[in-house]
């Protein structure tokens, strides 16, 4: 197989939604759990016509656009994650990291096939916030669309004009430098052993282990170009790479779950530390996609985002 062969292909389709709120904001201290419920509960509620059936009895469980988005089943002949009943989801947010910014601004990424399903997404969006947002149920107005990994920043969507999208693609990869910086931008929680990941405790190999393994199922279920590399040997390379000058600590945080009807602890790691290009080599791709997946429990909600820093690298489109 040739070294082509095995660069990791996601096609991506990065959004930035802008909404409009009359009062100041009052949102939780991270919303994107709020916003993640709601989008969900809008969602079904846009696409369900089967009133008061669970989803995996419904006769529209694998066609449905609701269950492939937020339950995601294995393909009956699925080779993978047989054992489990869902599979990553689509889809993750990016929460605007400014506390007061208005207008407000929610970004949302699309893999793979997922971006056919987008006039579904800004349709539950636009419902989200008109029902309201958290238990104050602030309610916002949805007033565009941008596609940031489209040229200037396009505009796809304003309120009463027709949709216009450019097809998801892969991120390109750019030359690995002499030494980078990977900042963590919302808590990164991960295990090891069944043990949560301290900062005193960080490996590289904790952090790219888990994100190996994320973009391996989300190609795998959302693209027709599964990865195909040696996993087992990336990942044991991965527990000799060193990791300098790290700079982290914990940030606790407790969300509660209305589906599980109970609190769940969320916390990860904040954070900074430097890599060495030599070191590295063999995971660049993996490292510089993984900016638009997030690693680590709850990416889908914005948990586990980073970004990567370099003075010859150009900025990843993950922005606000």
Not at 70 to 77: K, L, Y
Not at 301 to 320: C, F, V
Request: with cysteine; proline share 11%.
């Amino acid at each position: 197989m040739s070294s082509a062969s095995r660069l990791p292909i996601l096609p991506l389709a990065v959004f930035r939604c802008h909404f409009e709120t009359t009062e100041p904001l009052r949102l939780p201290a991270y919303p994107g759990s709020a916003w993640r419920g709601a989008l969900g509960h809008a969602l079904k509620r846009t696409v369900c016509v089967v009133r008061g059936t669970d989803c995996p009895s419904c006769l529209l469980y694998r066609s449905c656009v609701f269950p492939y988005v937020f339950e995601t089943p294995p393909p009956p002949d699925s080779e993978k994650m047989r054992r489990y009943a869902t599979a990553p989801h689509p889809f993750a947010l990016r929460i605007d990291p400014r506390p007061n910014g208005l207008p407000y601004r929610l970004g949302l990424t699309l893999f793979g096939r997922a971006d056919r399903h987008l006039p579904y997404f800004i349709h539950a969006l636009d419902q989200a916030g008109k029902t309201g947002l958290g238990r104050a149920s602030q309610a916002f107005e949805l007033i565009k669309v941008e596609q940031t990994d489209a040229p200037e920043n396009a505009i796809v969507y304003e309120p009463g004009q027709p949709l216009r999208m450019t097809p998801a693609r892969t991120p390109a990869i750019p030359a690995l430098p002499e030494r980078f910086e990977i900042r963590l931008e919302t808590p990164l929680r991960l295990k090891r052993e069944d043990h949560l990941v301290t900062p005193a405790q960080f490996r590289f190999g904790d952090l790219f282990g888990p994100l190996l393994r994320r973009l391996s199922m989300l190609s795998y279920f959302h693209t027709d170009t599964p990865l195909e590399v040696d996993f087992a040997a990336l990942a044991q390379s991965a527990r000799n790479v060193p990791v300098h000058e790290p700079k982290l600590r914990w940030h606790d945080w407790t969300r509660y779950s209305s589906r599980q009807q109970t609190t769940m602890q969320m916390g990860g790691l904040l954070g900074r530390f430097e890599l060495r290009g030599e070191e590295v080599e063999p995971f660049w791709p993996y490292l510089w996609l993984g900016q638009w997946t997030h690693v680590g429990k709850g990416a889908t909600m914005g948990l586990g985002r980073y970004r990567i820093h370099a003075a010859s690298l150009p900025e990843p489109l993950t922005d606000y």
